[in-house]
């Protein structure tokens, strides 16, 4: 049986839809992602023009604005209840991992 697509998100996948709580375009999405993990987190340009095509066909973003080539994104309704269940599997592994090793939450 196939997975379900996005059940889970890459870490990849979740900081693109994170850059997309505010409107931007692709070269601001390449620039944030290592900005916002401290260069933990690169995303490269084919990955992430893939990535955009799927999460607008999965209604995740919009597409908002094209000038030119430069297309500008937005998150949906349905990315931020992606983001949102993502979020919580994190904490959920986090919390997990604490009861293992005795750490308190």
Do not use: H, W
């Amino acid at each position: 049986m196939p997975r379900e697509k996005f059940r889970t998100l890459t870490e990849q996948m979740f900081y693109v839809l994170l850059c997309l709580k505010t409107e931007c375009y692709g070269l601001d999405i390449l620039d944030r992602i290592p900005a916002m993990t401290g260069g933990r987190v690169t995303v490269g340009s084919g990955t992430l023009y893939n990535l955009l095509e799927q999460f607008l066909d999965a209604g995740m973003i919009v597409e908002t604005k094209v000038e030119g080539r430069k297309r500008t994104y937005l998150l949906t309704v349905r990315g931020r209840q992606m983001l949102d269940a993502e979020y919580a599997r994190i904490v959920a592994q986090a919390q997990d991992y604490r009861t293992v090793f005795g750490e308190e939450a």
